[in-house]
């Protein structure tokens, strides 16, 4: 079921980084560094927003150009109803790099769910993208392989009302989110920490119709292109998950995630899978920045000899 969200206090407000453009009928932001290309295009995890990648972000900004956003109904971009289809947020990425300026082709880097809509862009968008890095990413076959008690937990817990928090639980969890971003500019770091405390709903909205609609979507839609295509997968201790799921369960849904991840990354003629036993799948790109920098820098070598192997156009 899809929910109108209300405009939130940072939807109302100037983000901390970046502008607001309008694309697909909203005003959406997004915010650019660095100079040159492909240009690296950020597409956040369910119930996190562009800033929640700033430090990697201004890191690949050294490189090239490096592009962060909100979806719509998320962050500093306006509301809309949620969950949302990967058509609409894939038809509304491109709209929205089309109006900042952005050139094609893009390096795009999904996170979870920003993952499966990276792979979702480039099935549809072929010409527009040079390469893909995918972080931990949603997988269409999570579900349908996963173990029978997976499939009855993850009804329980879509059948429950998510309780409202109390005052001295949110003061507390503030404490909790200002202390996990000092790594962030001052600026950003109170905004970013009242977001997350206003919109922790976002994430469960957005999920809504992972496992069937967009799943079908992926299912659906045409082949990968032929681009450098590197896989992520996130194996180290996760707070949330653990808190979701039993220890033994949780084991197998990562030995199935690691083996879907393995497939599609050998699903493209250059596609690479790489592992992290050290990193959980909720904040991958700050807990091992350094091995998604380095991702990112070999995408960016591959597509830019590839580039140079082009012949002239005549």
């Given at each position: 079921m899809r929910t109108d969200q209300p405009a939130s206090p940072e939807s109302r407000t100037t983000p901390p980084r970046g502008r607001?453009?309008?694309?697909?009928?909203?005003?959406?932001?997004?915010?650019?560094?660095?100079?040159?290309?492909?240009?690296?295009?950020?597409?956040?995890?369910?119930?996190?927003?562009?800033?929640?990648?700033?430090?990697?972000?201004?890191?690949?900004?050294?490189?090239?150009?490096?592009?962060?956003?909100?979806?719509?109904?998320?962050?500093?971009?306006?509301?809309?109803?949620?969950?949302?289809?990967?058509?609409?947020?894939?038809?509304?990425?491109?709209?929205?790099?089309?109006?900042?300026?952005?050139?094609?082709?893009?390096?795009?880097?999904?996170?979870?769910?920003?993952?499966?809509?990276?792979?979702?862009?480039?099935?549809?968008?072929?010409?527009?993208?040079?390469?893909?890095?995918?972080?931990?990413?949603?997988?269409?076959?999570?579900?349908?392989?996963?173990?029978?008690?997976?499939?009855?937990?993850?009804?329980?817990?879509?059948?429950?009302?998510?309780?409202?928090?109390?005052?001295?639980?949110?003061?507390?969890?503030?404490?909790?989110?200002?202390?996990?971003?000092?790594?962030?500019?001052?600026?950003?770091?109170g905004p970013l920490a009242e977001h997350h405390l206003s919109a922790w709903r976002t994430a469960w909205q957005e999920d809504g119709n992972l496992y069937d609609e967009v799943s079908a979507e992926l299912r659906n839609a045409p082949a990968l292109p032929d681009v450098p295509t590197i896989v992520l997968s996130a194996m180290g201790h996760d707070a949330v998950q653990a808190h979701l799921w039993p220890q033994d369960l949780l084991r197998e849904i990562n030995d199935g995630k690691r083996a879907l991840h393995a497939e599609l990354a050998a699903s493209v003629p250059r596609g690479e899978h790489r592992v992290l036993d050290d990193a959980g799948h909720g904040w991958l790109h700050e807990e091992r920045p350094d091995a998604v920098l380095g991702a990112v820098t070999d995408l960016l070598d591959r597509t830019r000899r590839q580039a140079h192997r082009r012949p002239a156009p005549t």
């Open positions: 607001r453009y309008t694309a697909d009928g909203r005003r959406l932001m997004l915010h650019r560094s660095g100079t040159g290309g492909p240009a690296v295009v950020l597409l956040p995890g369910s119930g996190l927003v562009g800033l929640d990648y700033l430090n990697l972000h201004d890191r690949i900004a050294e490189q090239t150009t490096s592009v962060l956003y909100d979806r719509a109904g998320t962050g500093w971009s306006e509301p809309a109803a949620l969950p949302r289809t990967a058509a609409e947020v894939t038809g509304e990425l491109r709209d929205l790099l089309d109006a900042a300026g952005v050139p094609e082709p893009y390096l795009l880097a999904g996170h979870s769910l920003g993952g499966a809509y990276a792979r979702h862009f480039a099935q549809r968008f072929p010409d527009a993208v040079a390469g893909l890095l995918l972080l931990d990413p949603f997988h269409e076959d999570m579900v349908t392989r996963a173990p029978r008690q997976v499939l009855d937990l993850l009804a329980q817990m879509k059948s429950r009302e998510l309780p409202e928090p109390s005052r001295e639980q949110l003061d507390a969890s503030r404490g909790q989110i200002l202390a996990f971003f000092q790594a962030w500019p001052d600026d950003v770091r």
